[in-house]
């Protein structure tokens, strides 16, 4: 709450450079990290290689989110069958033993695997924030192109370093086709 | 044959690209949506899916008719108690497995050209499955309690058996669909936000951009994404084993002579894939085809698909081989006769047609003129479907209908209502197939242009076309 007058809301979202090849927007990107901005970034309609280290963004949690779902699958789907076939529901076949576990394992492993994806698609639509009904680079005219053949690079203005002028004058210098204002 | 200079010169290009020339990311773009987003419903595709449909009309009408009569409407009986359910079960799964294949061991293993036929293969994988999994239930004999197969708490107080590998199967199959349907829609996400900022009509809009549900292209969110859709990839590369694994077991695990064998595993994933790949072919071929696809379809994909086919085939083949010599070294008489009954028994003709279908005719497709012939391999992936289809019935038939006591053996033959259920749920395939290509891009828009990009800078044509 003491951090309320900085976080005061800038009238732009930020601005937004169009580029029309992949490696223009990575050389964009890699220039814009050089002259400081951090808050930024990039849109494609495939993912470019050496964008996400140009931009110098940090790993994703995905693989931990889905190790995670993994474990629980394959703990919890073991025990979901220990406890029903072991106590709950105890059948005594020829007096076989009841944690017949060789017998657990097919179930064990779909479970791991079910819960494993669930949770990697589950945890990527989550760290993405999606769905999200509304975004503001969507005002951006010709936005639409950025899931066509059109790349664009984006500073925000939380970016400390953000000033609309001197950072439109500087997307100006990256060779950008058109540089326009995201509003909210 | 004598080596003139231009042969030798077709020899050095052995592998050509995976696109056809002269696509740029936006031809591509337009090319994949407009087919969906054109307001035009081409003639032949309502032709099929009215022939579909009404297919579709005898399933709805002999399920109807199964549940107010229950299965004795089947031609099911003792010892025969598993029927046509369970063959087209069996037959169903095995074909979507190709789909898997296609889309997640491929991409780990790197072969580019999965990029256009991943995305249909997928949802093939995703009806067949749909398909698959009605007759299990229906042949539950009170389907409307199905979920008695899940363990659920309940007033019963009474819960599955897992022990048993048909309660394996509810998982294995119901997790593989799940995923399947994960795996499509995660591959689905970023064309849906092309759709969307591609459609005229404001309701294409809205529909589309609630299923891309924001998708924006970031570069934060592609880093999540593709690591996401690598991971679902390396999840389903052991799932697709295990499907058919367990679905193998149903069979490995009962005592029955010719089923209880440890060579079924690997033999039905194997026949699982190669069924699979020939009901790939058998759509991509028309389809290709009808849309003029031919420059993302190529032929360079059909014989790939023709080799894949050709090579599991093999492999089945030697699984009959092992199956047949097992028998006889084992010097068990029940596995023997088995197998005597199998050749020689009452249904000796399925398998010769069986042995006709999946071994001899594929054997064709070692000729390269045979695999540069989308007809002969069309022709060639018809009679793998049927002699794949023949095989789990010779396996269920022959060895229900003769197990160890003569007083109990039986001979089964299917009614009508068995086939106007099979057949049905080939129409629904067919139908579901239908609306899939009309409502959503059967080639993946956003792979096919990362493809495109990585030729470009491979070849240095970005630097040419300035």
């Known amino acids: ?184 | 044959m004598e080596e003139n200079p231009e042969h030798r010169a077709d020899v050095d290009m052995s592998i050509p690209p995976v696109v056809g020339p002269g696509y740029t990311t936006a031809s591509v773009t337009e090319k994949i949506s407009h087919i969906v987003l054109t307001r035009r419903t081409p003639k032949g595709w309502i032709f099929g899916f009215t022939v579909s449909f009404v297919i579709v009309m005898v399933l709805l009408f002999s399920v109807s008719f199964l549940l107010v009569k229950g299965v004795g409407i089947w031609g099911i009986m003792i010892p025969v108690g598993w029927g046509f359910a369970i063959i087209n079960f069996v037959w169903w799964i095995g074909i979507g497995h190709a789909g898997t294949l296609i889309s997640a061991i491929l991409l780990l293993l790197n072969q580019k050209w999965r990029t256009s036929i991943n995305r249909f293969a997928e949802a093939m994988t995703l009806f067949a499955v749909a398909c698959a999994g009605m007759f299990p239930l229906l042949h539950l004999g009170r389907p409307w309690f199905f979920y008695w197969l899940f363990p659920y708490p309940n007033t019963m107080g009474v819960q599955p058996q897992f022990r048993s590998p048909l309660v394996w199967d509810v998982f294995a199959v119901s997790t593989y669909f799940t995923v399947s349907l994960l795996f499509w829609f995660t591959g689905l996400l970023p064309d849906l936000a092309t759709l969307r900022d591609r459609a005229k009509s404001r309701v294409y809009r809205v529909i589309y951009g609630i299923l891309a549900m924001g998708w924006r292209g970031s570069a934060r969110h592609w880093q999540r994404y593709e690591m996401a859709y690598l991971l679902l990839a390396g999840l389903a590369t052991p799932l697709v084993v295990s499907v058919h694994t367990v679905v193998s077991f149903d069979f490995a695990i009962a005592i029955l002579p010719g089923w209880h064998t440890t060579i079924f595993p690997p033999y039905f994933v194997a026949g699982a894939i190669y069924s699979g790949f020939a009901m790939v072919l058998v759509l991509a071929i028309p389809l290709r085809r009808f849309y003029g696809l031919e420059d993302f379809i190529t032929m360079r994909h059909i014989r790939n698909m023709a080799k894949v086919m050709l090579a599991t085939g093999l492999i089945v083949a030697y699984g009959y081989m092992m199956e047949t010599f097992m028998s006889w070294y084992s010097g068990d008489i029940y596995e023997k006769s088995a197998f005597h009954n199998r050749a020689f028994g009452p249904y000796k003709g399925f398998y010769w047609a069986l042995i006709a279908c999946n071994v001899i005719i594929p054997q064709v497709l070692w000729i390269k003129r045979i695999r540069n012939s989308t007809v002969a391999v069309f022709v060639a992936s018809l009679f793998v479907l049927v002699g794949m289809w023949l095989e789990r019935f010779v396996i269920v038939v022959t060895s229900l209908s003769r197990d160890y006591l003569t007083s109990s053996w039986g001979m089964y033959s299917p009614t009508f209502w068995d086939w106007a259920t099979f057949i049905g749920t080939i129409g629904f395939f067919a139908a579901c197939m239908f609306l899939f290509v009309r409502f959503l891009p059967m080639i993946s828009i956003a792979e096919m242009k990362a493809l495109i990009s990585e030729e470009d800078a491979k070849h240095g044509l970005e630097e040419a076309r300035q």
């Not at chain 1, 007058?5 to 990290?33: K, N, V």
């Not at chain 1, 993994?70 to 020829?94: E, K």
């Not at chain 1, 192109?145 to 400390?160: G, K, Q, T, V, Y």
Request: aromatic residues 12%; proline residues 8%; glycine residues 8%.
């Open chain 1, 1 to 184: 709450m003491s951090k309320r007058p900085s976080r005061q809301r800038h009238p732009l979202y930020g601005l937004m450079a169009e580029f029309e090849r992949p490696d223009s927007l990575i050389a964009a990107a890699r220039r814009a990290r050089e002259a400081g901005y951090t808050r930024m970034d990039a849109y494609s309609p495939y993912p470019v290689e050496g964008l996400a280290d140009a931009l110098e963004f940090k790993g994703t949690m995905v693989p931990m989110i889905v190790l995670i779902g993994g474990v629980i699958g394959c703990i919890g789907g073991f025990l979901m069958q220990y406890w029903l076939a072991g106590s709950y529901y105890p059948i005594n076949i020829g007096g076989r033993p009841l944690n017949s576990w060789p017998a657990f394992i097919p179930i064990t492993f779909e479970l791991t695997v079910l819960v494993a994806a669930l949770s990697a698609v589950l945890g990527m639509l989550a760290l993405n924030g999606l769905p999200q009904p509304y975004h503001p680079v969507f005002n951006v005219p010709g936005f639409a192109l950025a899931s066509r053949d059109r790349f664009f690079l984006a500073i925000e203005s939380r970016d400390p370093k953000f000033d609309a002028e001197t950072t439109r004058a500087f997307l100006r210098t990256l060779g950008a086709k058109e540089v326009s204002d995201v509003d909210y």
